[in-house]
Nanobody, 119 residues
Framework: QVQLVESGGGLVQPGGSLRLSCAASGIIFSIYTVTWYRQAPGKQRELVAEITSGGSTDYAYSVKGRFTISRDNAENTVYLEMKSLKREDTAVYYC?????????????WGQGTHVTVSS
């Protein structure tokens, strides 16, 4: 059974930092593209950051220079380091792992972790 478990969310003041973790079980995480998404209240889910199996990364414009995605293949974990947090970063953050094998898409989601940026 595949599980993605996010952790590390919480309440932080503007300008603060948090590190989110996405730990996988039941799959070899290193061969998946892993993406962090977020969904703020009343808004659509949006891509935050992505890391491929080869280690290439991509970021939403709104978080470039503030967020860093990385992966520890030995720990089967992907991290999202968030710095200089803003109120508009408040959202539920979700981890997604995706891999296409010919015509089969393997697509897994975590349950989400809440991040609240507030003074």
């Amino acid at each position: 059974q595949v599980q993605l478990v996010e952790s590390g969310g919480g309440l932080v003041q503007p300008g603060g930092s948090l590190r989110l973790s996405c730990a996988a079980s039941g799959i070899i995480f290193s061969i998946y593209t892993v993406t962090w998404y977020r969904q703020a209240p009343g808004k659509q889910r949006e891509l935050v950051a992505e890391i491929t199996s080869g280690g290439s990364t991509d970021y939403a414009y709104s978080v470039k220079g503030r967020f860093t995605i990385s992966r520890d293949n030995a720990e089967n974990t992907v991290y999202l380091e968030m710095k200089s947090l803003k109120r508009e970063d408040t959202a539920v953050y979700y981890c997604n792992a995706k891999r296409q094998v010919q015509r089969t898409l393997f697509d897994y989601w975590g349950q989400g972790t809440h991040v609240t940026v507030s003074s």
